[in-house]
């Protein structure tokens, strides 16, 4: 089962910031947390990830509280390309442990 | 460019058939994983390999084979034992140390 909680749906205006919530209130002290998103009928792509401080790079930004329970994607300019299922999780970082994907949020960017 | 390729986009079978799917990487990744995704779910992960002639069962590989004879390409074959074959089916590669999976475009079975 996946380690994380993500609402099922979101919807944001184009040009907005997006902020998708992920609860991962059981992660371990090794564990990062991964975001993806996928875009209808593709294969998933790699966003960003982090361990307890917070990243950025030209995709999104990651926000994760202090107690690591909790993080927070964040697209700073939602574009209609943007719209797509982003999946939140957690895994530790040795490429050895394969990554289980829940269900995600489905973001809609509406014009 | 490096990147995984999956072939082909979309296939049709009858039931009872066996089916190969084919995924390759030119990324020199050592880790390869298949998943399958159903409609509105997540991924589930079906066979997973870290190095050449070496590789793991998933949480759903009942009615899976897979084969990992060259670092590149790891096929997966779908036996007629797999009682709800029609899925997209999701192959991924990593390095076993640092870095993010990355996937191929899936291919969509249809069996009927």
């Known amino acids: 089962d996946a380690k994380t909680t993500q609402p099922p749906s979101m919807d944001c205006a184009e040009g907005r910031a997006a902020n998708l919530p992920c609860n991962h209130s059981?992660?371990?002290?090794?564990?990062?947390v991964y975001w993806y998103r996928q875009i209808h009928s593709q294969g998933p792509q790699y966003i960003i990830h982090?361990?307890?401080n917070n990243e950025t790079n030209e995709m999104a930004s990651l926000i994760i509280t202090e107690d690591r329970k909790s993080s927070t994607l964040i697209l700073p300019h939602a574009t209609l390309r943007d719209t797509a299922v982003y999946y939140c999780?957690?895994?530790?970082?040795?490429?050895?442990?394969?990554?289980?994907f829940g269900k995600g949020t489905r973001l809609s960017v509406i014009a | 460019d490096g990147g995984i390729t999956q072939s082909p986009k979309y296939l049709f079978r009858k039931e009872g058939q066996n089916v190969t799917l084919s995924c390759e990487q030119n990324?020199?990744?050592?880790?390869m994983y298949w998943y399958r995704q159903d409609p509105g779910q997540g991924l589930r992960l079906i066979y997973y390999?870290?190095?050449?002639?070496?590789?793991q069962k998933g949480d759903i590989a009942e009615g899976y084979s897979v084969s990992r004879e060259k670092k590149e390409s790891f096929p997966l074959t779908v036996t007629s034992a797999q009682k709800n074959p029609t899925a997209f089916y999701l192959c991924?590669?990593?390095?076993?140390?640092?870095?993010?999976?990355?996937f191929g475009n899936g291919t969509r079975l249809t069996v009927t």
């Open positions: 991924a590669s990593t390095d076993r140390f640092n870095s993010p999976l990355h």
């Open positions: 059981t992660i371990s002290g090794n564990e990062y």
């Open positions: 982090g361990l307890k």
């Open positions: 999780i957690v895994s530790s970082y040795s490429g050895n442990t394969p990554l289980v």
């Open positions: 990324l020199n990744h050592d880790a």
């Open positions: 390999s870290q190095i050449v002639n070496d590789f």
